[in-house]
């Protein structure tokens, strides 16, 4: 296809791009910070990789629905991995690290704490990895948690070039038959989403926090057909496609689903978020049972991880185990 057929002349402009930008900082017209930036056509040259992707679709589609639409879980499948900051792998490289197989691939897991009953699991989100939680993690090993952090399928330091929300949903699965069970199971976008569902389909943990998550699998799936300019007709196909390979249709992993999750959660979200609307997380809270709701202001969709105000509140609903309030401040 044209993707596949012109990614080798975008993969040389990257590299001709990286250079350029090498000899701007040996003349000293850049910083040398510059040269710390990973050059990719997915980073720097997205709009044509989307471009011709779309185009890709748009003539499978014509030719062949059916191909056109594996062609689009397969793109929908496959993350890009987030470089991490040099600090945040000298603090990887401190935490007990496990190494674990799922699916034929090796999930790498990071293990923070003294050893205990009052584990908790973080879930990180999509294109994300575990050491966004790092600001987070370390309160809650102050506060004497151990905690489990682990890089997702094709995330991080885990192996995998491609994962399904399910395969996601299965992983969390064996991690709780693996550590659990969790005192709290704490998720960040794509990752609440995962965990809830592993939560309604039996993992075993008292509290969910949910942070700046969709409220529902296929609110993320029309999110990305919308973005990717997918043609509409193939919406329809896509979610079939998905109930055929994993027996549970996109539209019923949403709050209808969420009803049947008795244990006390927190939603939290920020109400700036350019990701993920607002009204999402009124929606969880009007469908878990047992709900309360934390906002921030100003902070976005990742931004949000690192306030000590979201860090505060998340341990004090861990410390109470029930609250009948809800804050928005």
């Avoid at 003349?27 to 910070?33: A, F, G, N, T």
């Avoid at 779309?54 to 589609?61: A, G, K, P, S």
């Avoid at 979610?239 to 549970?248: K, N, P, V």
Wanted: aromatic share 8%; glycine share 6%.
């Amino acid at each position: 296809m044209l993707y596949d057929l012109c990614y080798p002349l975008l993969k040389l402009a990257a590299v001709a791009h990286y250079r350029y930008n090498h000899c701007l900082v040996k003349l000293k017209r850049r910083p040398s910070l510059l040269l710390k930036t990973q050059i990719t056509p997915e980073t720097h040259y997205g709009h044509t990789c989307r471009r011709l992707r779309q185009v890709d679709i748009t003539i499978l589609n014509r030719i062949s629905p059916h191909r056109a639409v594996d062609y689009a879980i397969a793109l929908f499948e496959h993350p890009h991995r987030m470089p991490c900051k040099n600090s945040d792998l000298l603090y990887l490289q401190s935490l007990n690290k496990d190494s674990l197989v799922f699916a034929g691939q090796q999930i790498t897991v990071y293990r923070s704490g003294p050893g205990s009953h009052q584990r908790v699991l973080l879930v990180h989100g999509w294109e994300g990895h575990s050491v966004m939680f790092r600001p987070l993690a370390e309160k809650l090993v102050a506060q004497g948690y151990e905690v489990i952090a682990p890089d997702l399928l094709a995330h991080g330091n885990s192996a995998g070039e491609r994962c399904s929300f399910y395969d996601l949903v299965q992983l969390l699965l064996m991690l709780g038959n693996h550590y659990g069970p969790f005192k709290t199971v704490i998720g960040h976008s794509f990752g609440g989403t995962a965990a809830t569902l592993a939560k309604w389909k039996g993992l075993d943990c008292h509290q969910l926090v949910n942070i700046s998550s969709p409220d529902s699998f296929a609110c993320l799936l029309d999110a990305w057909i919308d973005y990717h300019r997918v043609p509409s007709s193939l919406r329809t196909q896509l979610a079939e496609e998905y109930h055929q390979r994993y027996g549970l249709h996109p539209d019923l992993i949403s709050t209808t689903s969420w009803k049947a999750i008795p244990v006390p959660t927190l939603i939290c979200h920020d109400r700036d978020d350019s990701n993920i609307d607002l009204h999402q997380a009124y929606n969880m809270v009007s469908a878990f049972p047992d709900s309360q709701l934390f906002l921030t202001s100003g902070l976005g969709h990742r931004g949000i991880l690192k306030d000590h105000a979201l860090h505060q509140r998340i341990i004090t609903f861990m410390h109470e185990g029930k609250e009948s309030s809800v804050n928005t401040e």
